[in-house]
């Protein structure tokens, strides 16, 4: 029997998750609204990760990254650092296909932006370092949700307040995903924005995902099957053992 997780755990981590550069603060009504909780219960998980260093009050009812917080983060680099070459990466494969591309890492919200290199068009797609993506409608998320077991993948759901109804509808993708290593969004999470996007596996589990991604209309087939080649080879570069 698989052990119970512990919700509360996961929903104070998905408080963290909220901080970005365009929100350096959390209040308990921010928490609430974007977790859905009742106010009660955001300003309790909000209290508890002050006393335990995680947070700091700023002011009355604001807070923002603490001090235990910051070493845990210095601490995550140093034990899992990107791949020196990531960025140099990104930036040779938006040189050769002339679209935006980024990599992701997981996190229970979504896929985490973690490095980007910017299309130079007229008209292009751009997304910076730092955001969070929604896991179930990006080509990202899917890769993220294809790598876990079906009580895993049920766990988190259940975490997030997802329907099962609604990850049921994803499986044929999510299944689609786990046999090919890549998948594809035309449209799913914005309208008229494309992405393809592969995993980087290290140690038999997708650490990093690694996408091109633009507006629908340049994503012919052609221009898909070119870019989730050279999207693999670059994964496989980046690849652990």
């Given at each position: 029997?698989a052990t119970?997780?512990?919700?509360?755990?996961?929903?104070?981590?998905?408080?963290?998750?909220?901080?970005?550069?365009?929100?350096?603060?959390?209040?308990?009504?921010?928490?609430?609204?974007?977790?859905?909780?009742?106010?009660?219960?955001?300003?309790?998980?909000?209290?508890?990760?002050?006393?335990?260093?995680?947070?700091?009050t700023v002011?009355?009812?604001?807070?923002?990254?603490?001090?235990?917080?910051?070493?845990?983060?210095?601490?995550?680099?140093?034990?899992?650092?990107?791949?020196?070459?990531?960025?140099?990466?990104?930036?040779?494969?938006?040189?050769?296909?002339?679209?935006?591309?980024?990599?992701?890492?997981?996190?229970?919200?979504?896929?985490?932006?973690?490095?980007?290199?910017?299309?130079?068009?007229?008209?292009?797609?751009?997304?910076?370092?730092?955001?969070?993506?929604?896991?179930?409608?990006?080509?990202?998320?899917?890769?993220?949700?294809?790598?876990?077991?079906?009580?895993?993948?049920?766990?988190?759901?259940?975490?997030?307040?997802?329907?099962?109804?609604?990850?049921?509808?994803?499986?044929?993708?999510?299944?689609?995903?786990?046999?090919?290593?890549?998948?594809?969004?035309?449209?799913?999470?914005?309208?008229?924005?494309?992405?393809?996007?592969?995993?980087?596996?290290?140690?038999?589990?997708?650490?990093?995902?690694?996408?091109?991604?633009?507006?629908?209309?340049?994503?012919?087939?052609?221009?898909?099957?070119?870019?989730?080649?050279?999207?693999?080879?670059?994964?496989?570069?980046?690849?652990?053992?």
């Amino acid at each position: 029997m698989a052990t119970p997780v512990n919700l509360s755990v996961i929903k104070a981590f998905d408080a963290l998750d909220l901080f970005c550069d365009e929100r350096p603060e959390l209040t308990a009504d921010t928490v609430a609204r974007e977790l859905r909780l009742s106010y009660a219960t955001a300003h309790r998980f909000l209290v508890t990760l002050e006393t335990a260093g995680v947070l700091t009050t700023v002011r009355r009812g604001v807070f923002a990254p603490g001090p235990r917080l910051a070493r845990l983060g210095r601490m995550a680099e140093d034990l899992a650092p990107l791949p020196r070459s990531l960025q140099a990466t990104l930036d040779a494969l938006r040189q050769e296909l002339n679209e935006s591309v980024m990599a992701c890492r997981f996190t229970a919200r979504g896929p985490l932006c973690v490095a980007v290199s910017a299309a130079q068009r007229p008209i292009s797609v751009n997304i910076r370092t730092g955001t969070t993506l929604p896991m179930l409608e990006t080509a990202q998320g899917r890769l993220f949700l294809a790598d876990m077991s079906v009580r895993d993948r049920a766990g988190w759901a259940r975490a997030q307040g997802v329907e099962p109804a609604v990850l049921r509808a994803i499986e044929p993708a999510l299944d689609q995903a786990q046999r090919s290593g890549h998948a594809i969004n035309r449209g799913d999470n914005e309208p008229d924005i494309a992405a393809v996007s592969v995993a980087v596996r290290t140690g038999g589990r997708t650490t990093l995902t690694l996408s091109v991604f633009g507006t629908l209309s340049r994503f012919d087939t052609a221009f898909i099957d070119r870019a989730r080649d050279l999207l693999r080879d670059a994964a496989e570069g980046l690849a652990g053992p």
